[in-house]
């Protein structure tokens, strides 16, 4: 179960901008693979990516250095130590950077080596990374929350909220939980290209490109797509705000229908979006400093989740401050923002305890084969974030998650109700 060999390589993303990858391979032959990650929307306080610089390659985007950094100086320091040991292992590293965001070695380097080390020790066991992960049975898998709408700059359409997501809570099992996310998404361009006068644009994210700088006209058309699909009993929606993306710092103000608002305006806003869409989580609705404002988001939305993305970063530190302020009502599991599976786990473990919950999610810039699946089946989460259902990385998270059903036996679903009122209406 020792480490034998440590090496690293820089690849390509599913947006083509290069990413370490890293191998581990134990004495026994044993191999484990793990690969960062990056998002469309980076928190500031996420574990630094070490990047090379260099214009002339991939527009500085390349991660040579974070690659030396794995073959020179953290594959030496992992030979022969034992690859079951994730929480030493990824301790050492941390101590081995020696910085709070992981600037010296790089948090790119650190995860993939992180993930590699673990994947390994699956392999070692012979058995699934969720299986390697999981203390209890797996009695349900995650509801997947599709990414229809991608908000953002496009042309003279500036729509401050950065997702617009389906979420099938009454589906009767995962295989009707992904065709109706399917279905819904082919409708949803019809009807887009009937409101537009033409075929919709592909977003940065894959999904559709915001028809309107209303959260509340775009909620409309998808509601439009989901009852010409038939699906309207079984279908709530969710909203990723990425709100730093839109928020003004000098004036203390967001952007909505074109004009800069307070935070209050913001939330009221929200507030009646809620009451008129059945909303399972609002997502980052305020900015990832702004304390005040989401301790307020909790306690006006009472009719829907509040979670923290960039607010949190999957980092404990930042969780138990929110959780003390009433700023969630959970978080947004993503391992790479923190650097090592071992931090995401601990956060993940104060989350259960404080009962919040902890949603996972994939990247915008991802990879085949993210562990976040592996983590959505293991935790028990009662949903995930899948992104929209178009590109390979994508798809495959679906196909993941049926594949674990066929594997398992297991086919239903989480059961939602819990969480949202809405989905308690329906049935």
Avoid at 191 to 198: E, K, N, S, Y
Avoid at 391 to 415: P, Q, T, W
């Amino acid at each position: 179960m020792r480490i034998a060999a440590v090496d690293a390589v820089q690849l390509l993303d599913c947006k083509g901008r290069p990413m370490v990858e890293v191998q581990v391979r134990t004495e026994s032959g044993h191999i484990g693979r793990g690969a960062a990650p990056t998002g469309q929307s980076v928190g500031s306080h996420e574990a630094f990516v070490l990047r090379d610089g260099d214009a002339a390659e991939y527009h500085g985007l390349g991660v040579h250095r974070a690659v030396r950094n794995v073959v020179e100086v953290i594959g030496p320091a992992l030979i022969g130590k034992d690859v079951t040991d994730q929480h030493g292992i990824d301790r050492l590293m941390i101590d081995m950077d020696g910085t709070s965001a992981k600037s010296d070695l790089g948090g790119n380097a650190i995860y993939s080596t992180s993930i590699a080390v673990l994947r390994a020790a699956s392999a070692v066991r012979g058995v699934l990374l969720y299986e390697h992960l999981s203390d209890t049975p797996v009695t349900a898998l995650p509801v997947p929350a599709f990414n229809m709408v991608n908000g953002g700059r496009y042309g003279r359409v500036v729509q401050p909220f950065n997702e617009f997501l389906v979420v099938p809570a009454g589906a009767d099992s995962i295989e009707q939980a992904v065709h109706i996310g399917l279905a819904v998404f082919d409708e949803l361009a019809d009807v887009l290209g009937t409101h537009l006068g033409h075929p919709p644009q592909t977003g940065r994210s894959y999904g559709y490109v915001a028809p309107s700088a209303d959260p509340s006209v775009v909620l409309d058309l998808l509601q439009r797509a989901v009852d010409a699909s038939g699906y309207t009993d079984q279908v709530v929606y969710a909203l990723d705000c990425a709100s730093s993306e839109m928020y003004d710092p000098a004036t203390d103000t967001y952007l909505l229908h074109g004009a800069r608002v307070d935070r209050r305006e913001l939330i009221t806003f929200v507030k009646q979006l809620t009451d008129d869409f059945p909303i399972l989580f609002v997502e980052d609705l305020l900015d990832e400093n702004d304390w005040g404002g989401h301790t307020a988001a909790v306690a006006e939305l009472d009719n829907t989740v509040v979670l923290g993305d960039d607010l949190i970063v999957t980092n404990r530190n930042r969780l138990e401050r929110a959780y003390a302020e009433h700023a969630v009502d959970g978080f947004i599991l993503k391992p790479n923002q923190v650097g090592t599976i071992t931090e995401a786990l601990a956060t993940y473990d104060y989350a259960v305890e404080h009962d919040l919950l902890a949603i996972p999610s994939g990247r915008s810039g991802g990879v085949v084969d993210d562990i976040v699946m592996d983590l959505s089946i293991a935790l028990h989460a009662p949903f995930q974030k899948n992104g929209a259902p178009r590109s390979g990385e994508r798809i495959e998270k679906l196909n993941f998650l049926m594949r674990a059903a066929a594997h398992l036996g297991v086919h239903e679903l989480a059961d939602l109700t819990a969480y949202d009122h809405h989905v308690a209406l329906r049935r």
